[in-house]
C-alpha cells in the first residue's frame, strides 16, 4: 500500500510498506565509511588478539595436563585442521561478503537466522584474574559476596574496554598493536628461561608422549574439540563482526591462514613453558610431574609461570611484565567478545548507529554487574560451572549450526561462487567440500552426543558441585542453544501463516519450508559496487530510478 510521496517522485509512484533491502546509486565506494579497518595488518591483529588469548595461555596446558599431555595433542590437532580452521575462514567468509553483524548475516537463510544470536555467556576469560585467592570459600554453601579488590579490578578492567572499543574498529585496531605483540615477547622469554631449569626435560616429556589409552576416550575429544573453539573464537559472533568491516576484495583466505597458525602454535609453545617449569617443581617437590600437573588444577598456569619468573634476573620486572601480558590477553578477547554485543543492538537499532559511545557505556556497565559474581569468593565455583556449560559444549552445537545453514541450507557451491566474488577464485575448494560437508558437521554430532550421553557431576579441586548445579549448569547450556530452534519455529509459522490459500503443485507447509530455507531478498553484498552476477539485477532497477528502491520482503 502506498505509505506517502517522496520528492522527486511522480504523482502515483509509491513504495512498499516492508523490510527494506535499500540499495542507492549514491552509496559510496566500498571502504569509504568510517565502520572499516584502516589497514589489513590491524584486522589481523585484531583476529590474533581475540583467538591468541588466555585460552592459549592458560587454558590449553590445563587441559593438556588434565587429559594425558600428548594424548590431549593428537585429537587437538585433527579438530583444528578438519572443525576450527575452515569454520574459521567460514565465519570470516561470511561477515566479509555481507557486511553485516552476526545477528543479520544469515539472512542467507532467513529460518537459520537464530546462528549467532546466542548469549553471551563466556563470562570472559579475563576474570579468571580477579579472584583474591586468599578469600576463596570451600564451595558455594559459601559463596560470599564480592570483595573490594577484586570489585575495583573488574571495574577497571571495564573502563579500559570501554575506552578501547568505543571508536569501534578505529580504536580497537590501534589497541591491538600492544594486545597481540606484547604477549608473544614475554611468552617467548618464558620459553626460554623456562628450558633452562632442571628437571624441565621430564616436563617436556610428559607434555609431547602421548598415553596411547587416552587417546579414544570421548571425554579427552570432547575437550579437544571445546579447546579448538574456545582458542579461536568460534560460534561466539566475533569474526564475523570483525570480518564485516573488511573491504569487499580483502584477502582473507591468506590473512585466515596466518591467524590459524599463531593461534594453533602458540597454545603448543606455551605448553614448553608450562610443564618445562612442572618439571622443575615436580623435581623440586620430589613428586611426578602427572601428580604435580593433577593437583595445580586450572591455577597451573599461574603458579608455573611465576615460578620460572623467580629464577630470572630482575625478576620484580618480569613479573610486572607477566601479568601485564595476561592483562592483554584477557582484555583483546574481551575487546572482541563486547564489540559483538554493542554490533547487535546497534544493527537492531540503527538510531543508536550515531551514539555508538551511548552504547558501549551501556553495554559494559550491563556486564559489570553480570561480572560481579564471579568476585565472590565463590565466584570461582560459578566460573567453572559457565566454563562448563556455556563455553564448553555450547560452542560446537552453534558450529554445527553454522555449519549446517552455510554448507547445506544455503549451498556449499553458492558460497563458494560468493567467495569468488570476493577474491577472484574458488579457494581450497576440495579441501573446504571436505570439512564443511562432511568432516567438521560428523565431528561436532559426534562430539556432542557422547557429551550429552556422558554427563557427570562437576568437579573443581577435590569440591565436588551439588546436585542442582547440575540442572543449573544444563539449563545455561540449553538459553545458550535455544535461539536456534525458537527462531526457525516462529520464523516457520509466520511463513506459512502468510503465504496465500491459492491452490498449488506444492503443500503450504512444504511451501513455508523452502522459503525459511531460502535468502531473504535483501541477502548479499552491501554495497552496490559489489553487486554483480545474481546480484546484479537489484543495482540495475536501482541506477534507473531516481529514488530510492525497496524490495518488498514482509518474509
Given amino acids: 500500500e502506498p505509505t506517502g510521496s517522496f520528492r522527486g517522485r511522480r504523482p502515483g509512484r509509491a513504495k512498499f510498506r516492508a523490510r527494506k533491502a535499500t540499495v542507492k546509486p549514491s552509496d559510496q565506494e566500498e571502504g569509504e565509511h568510517e565502520h572499516v579497518w584502516d589497514s589489513p595488518v590491524e584486522f589481523v591483529l585484531s583476529l590474533i588478539s581475540n583467538s591468541v ?17 600428548g594424548a590431549f595433542l593428537i585429537p587437538y590437532f585433527i579438530i583444528y585442521f578438519l572443525v576450527g580452521a575452515p569454520l574459521y575462514f567460514l ?30 555467556d563466556e563470562s570472559q576469560p579475563a576474570t579468571t584474574e580477579f579472584f583474591k585467592t586468599p578469600d576463596r570459600s570451600n564451595g558455594f554453601e559459601n559463596y560470599g559476596t564480592p570483595g573490594a579488590y577484586s570489585t575495583t579490578a573488574l571495574l577497571v578492567a571495564w573502563i579500559i574496554v570501554a575506552l578501547c572499543i568505543i571508536r569501534g574498529v578505529k580504536s580497537t585496531g590501534k589497541v591491538a598493536y600492544f594486545t597481540a605483540i606484547f604477549p608473544y615477547i614475554v611468552l617467548l622469554i618464558l620459553i626460554i628461561q623456562s628450558g633452562t631449569l632442571k628437571g624441565a626435560r621430564e616436563g617436556v616429556l610428559f607434555y609431547i608422549t602421548p598415553k596411547w589409552d587416552l587417546v579414544g576416550n570421548f571425554e579427552v575429544w570432547q575437550k579437544a574439540a571445546s579447546q579448538v573453539f574456545f582458542s579461536l573464537g568460534l560460534s561466539f559472533g566475533s569474526l564475523i563482526a570483525y570480518s564485516s568491516s573488511n573491504k569487499f576484495h580483502n584477502n582473507i583466505f591468506r590473512q585466515c591462514i596466518i591467524v590459524v597458525i599463531c593461534d594453533c602454535f602458540t597454545g603448543v609453545f606455551a605448553g614448553f613453558a608450562v610443564f618445562s617449569t612442572v618439571g622443575f617443581l615436580a623435581r623440586e617437590l620430589n613428586t ?53 554485543v554493542i554490533t547487535a543492538i546497534i544493527d537492531f537499532f540503527p538510531r543508536f548507529s550515531n551514539r555508538r559511545y551511548l552504547v558501549v557505556l551501556v553495554a559494559c556497565s550491563v556486564a559489570f554487574l553480570l561480572s560481579l559474581p564471579l568476585t565472590c569468593p565463590g565466584g570461582i565455583y560459578l566460573f567453572e560451572l559457565l566454563q562448563e556449560y556455556s563455553a564448553n559444549i555450547s560452542l560446537v552445537v552453534v558450529g554445527l549450526f553454522e555449519v549446517i545453514a552455510v554448507a547445506y541450507i544455503y549451498g556449499f557451491n ?22 564443511w560437508r562432511i568432516t567438521a558437521p560428523i565431528l561436532m554430532l559426534v562430539v556432542t552426543v557422547s557429551q550429552l550421553i556422558s554427563t557427570q557431576k562437576l568437579v573443581y579441586d577435590g569440591y565436588v558441585y551439588p546436585d542442582w548445579s547440575l540442572g543449573v549448569g544444563w539449563t545455561i547450556f540449553v538459553i545458550c542453544i535455544i535461539p536456534f530452534p525458537l527462531f526457525y519455529l516462529v520464523k516457520y509459522i509466520q511463513i506459512f501463516r502468510d503465504l496465500p490459500s491459492t491452490p498449488s503443485d506444492m503443500p503450504r507447509y512444504l511451501q513455508a519450508f523452502r522459503i525459511a530455507n531460502s535468502p531473504r531478498e535483501d541477502w548479499g553484498p ?30
Fill in 53 to 69: 588469548g588466555l585460552g592459549n595461555v592458560w587454558r590449553f596446558p590445563y587441559l593438556a595436563a588434565k587429559n594425558g599431555g
Fill in 91 to 120: 565465519e570470516l567468509a561470511l561477515g566479509q561478503f555481507s557486511s553485516r553483524s552476526p545477528s543479520s548475516s544469515f539472512i542467507l537463510a532467513r529460518g537459520w537466522r537464530g546462528v549467532t544470536n546466542r548469549t553471551n
Fill in 288 to 340: 611426578t610431574v602427572e601428580a604435580y600437573a593433577d593437583s595445580s588444577g586450572p591455577g597451573l598456569a599461574f603458579i608455573t609461570y611465576p615460578e620460572a619468573i623467580t629464577h630470572m634476573p630482575a625478576a620484580p620486572f618480569f613479573a610486572v611484565i607477566f601479568f601485564l601480558m595476561l592483562l592483554a590477553l584477557g582484555l583483546g578477547s574481551q575487546f572482541a567478545g563486547t564489540d559483538v
Fill in 414 to 435: 553458492t558460497f563458494m561462487d560468493d567467495i569468488k566474488m570476493m577474491l577472484g577464485k574458488r579457494v581450497a575448494e576440495y579441501y573446504l567440500f571436505l570439512t
Fill in 526 to 555: 552491501k554495497k552496490d559496487i559489489n553487486r554483480i552476477g545474481r546480484y546484479q539485477p537489484m543495482v540495475a532497477i536501482a541506477e534507473s530510478t531516481p529514488y530510492e528502491l525497496t524490495i518488498k520482503s514482509t518474509l
